[in-house]
C-alpha cells in the first residue's frame, strides 16, 4: 500500500482495483508461494531441492544455474534467463551489491524477482517483488547458545565462514561471536573461509594446522559432511 499511495491512490481507490490486479497475478503467485512453501519443507533451495519443489508446485520447466560464487556469472545467468523468456526469477544474490542492473532488465521485461535467503540492495516491490529468508544472527546466536551447552562451557573451536562480504556470512559470524565472547572458556581458535563450499570446508577441516583443534567447529555456511 505505501507504494501505491506514492502514487496519489488512497486506501479505498486500491481496494477496488484488486479484484482487476489479482487474475494476473495468479499465475505467477501461486506457483512461486508452493514452490518457497515446499522449500521450506524440504530445506533449503540447494542441491535437489528446488526440483523436487518446483515438481511438487506443479511447474513443468525450472531453468536453473549455479553461479559458483561467482558475481558476473550470475548477473550472466540472470540476463540469460531473462532472454530465454522465463515467467519469474527466484535469486539467492551471492552478494549485498551488483545484481540491481540485472533486476533493472528483468523488470523491463515484465519478468518478477524474488530473492531468497541474501539481502541485497534494492526496494521490495520497485528492485525486487519480496525477500524470503531468515533471521541468520538469530539462527547464530542459537547455534552458539547449543554449543555452550553441548561442550560445558569449555571448547576451543575453530569457524569455519562463508565468503567475506555477504549478509550472511556476517550475520552469522556476528551472532555467533554475541554469544561465544559472554563464556571465557569458549575460544575461537581459527577462522577460516570456505566460501560456501562443502568440499573447500573438508579441505580446511583435514589441514594439520586446523586438525589440533577439533574441540569443536562452527560453520556460518550450508552443512560439512
Given at each position: 500500500?505505501?507504494?501505491?499511495?506514492?502514487?496519489?491512490?488512497?486506501?479505498?481507490?486500491?481496494?477496488?482495483?484488486?479484484?482487476?490486479i489479482?487474475?494476473?497475478?495468479?499465475?505467477f503467485?501461486?506457483?512461486?508461494?508452493?514452490?518457497?512453501t515446499?522449500?521450506i519443507?524440504?530445506?533449503?533451495?540447494?542441491?535437489n531441492?528446488?526440483?523436487?519443489?518446483?515438481?511438487?508446485?506443479?511447474?513443468?520447466?525450472l531453468?536453473y544455474?549455479?553461479?559458483?560464487?561467482?558475481?558476473?556469472?550470475?548477473?550472466?545467468?540472470?540476463?540469460?534467463?531473462?532472454?530465454?523468456?522465463?515467467?519469474?526469477?527466484?535469486?539467492a544474490?551471492?552478494?549485498?551489491t551488483?545484481?540491481?542492473?540485472?533486476?533493472?532488465a528483468?523488470r523491463?521485461?515484465?519478468i518478477?524477482?524474488i530473492?531468497?535467503?541474501?539481502?541485497?540492495?534494492?526496494k521490495?516491490?520497485?528492485d525486487?517483488?519480496?525477500f524470503?529468508?531468515?533471521?541468520?544472527?538469530?539462527?547464530?546466536?542459537?547455534?552458539?547458545?547449543?554449543?555452550?551447552?553441548a561442550?560445558?562451557?569449555q571448547?576451543r573451536?575453530?569457524?569455519?565462514?562463508?565468503?567475506?562480504?555477504?549478509?550472511?556470512?556476517t550475520a552469522?559470524?556476528?551472532?555467533?561471536?554475541?554469544?561465544?565472547?559472554?563464556?571465557?572458556?569458549?575460544?575461537i581458535?581459527?577462522?577460516?573461509?570456505a566460501?560456501?563450499?562443502?568440499?573447500?570446508?573438508?579441505?580446511?577441516m583435514?589441514?594439520?594446522?586446523?586438525a589440533?583443534?577439533?574441540?569443536g567447529?562452527y560453520?556460518?555456511?550450508?552443512?560439512?559432511k
Amino acid at each position: 500500500f505505501q507504494e501505491v499511495s506514492r502514487s496519489g491512490l488512497g486506501v479505498f481507490q486500491t481496494l477496488q482495483i484488486l479484484p482487476y490486479i489479482i487474475p494476473s497475478l495468479l499465475p505467477f503467485s501461486i506457483p512461486v508461494a508452493v514452490l518457497l512453501t515446499v522449500c521450506i519443507v524440504y530445506g533449503r533451495m540447494a542441491a535437489n531441492h528446488e526440483i523436487v519443489a518446483a515438481k511438487a508446485a506443479g511447474i513443468k520447466k525450472l531453468v536453473y544455474a549455479n553461479a559458483d560464487s561467482d558475481q558476473a556469472k550470475q548477473v550472466s545467468d540472470i540476463q540469460a534467463m531473462i532472454s530465454q523468456g522465463v515467467d519469474a526469477l527466484i535469486v539467492a544474490p551471492l552478494n549485498s551489491t551488483g545484481l540491481q542492473p540485472a533486476f533493472k532488465a528483468a523488470r523491463a521485461h515484465h519478468i518478477p524477482v524474488i530473492t531468497i535467503d541474501r539481502h541485497t540492495a534494492g526496494k521490495p516491490c520497485r528492485d525486487f517483488i519480496a525477500f524470503m529468508g531468515s533471521d541468520f544472527h538469530k539462527q547464530a546466536v542459537r547455534a552458539a547458545q547449543q554449543l555452550v551447552k553441548a561442550t560445558n562451557g569449555q571448547a576451543r573451536i575453530v569457524e569455519l565462514q562463508g565468503a567475506y562480504g555477504n549478509s550472511v556470512e556476517t550475520a552469522r559470524t556476528d551472532g555467533f561471536a554475541q554469544i561465544i565472547d559472554q563464556h571465557k572458556g569458549m575460544q575461537i581458535v581459527a577462522k577460516q573461509s570456505a566460501k560456501w563450499s562443502t568440499t573447500e570446508a573438508q579441505k580446511v577441516m583435514s589441514t594439520t594446522s586446523m586438525a589440533k583443534f577439533l574441540a569443536g567447529h562452527y560453520s556460518t555456511q550450508r552443512a560439512v559432511k
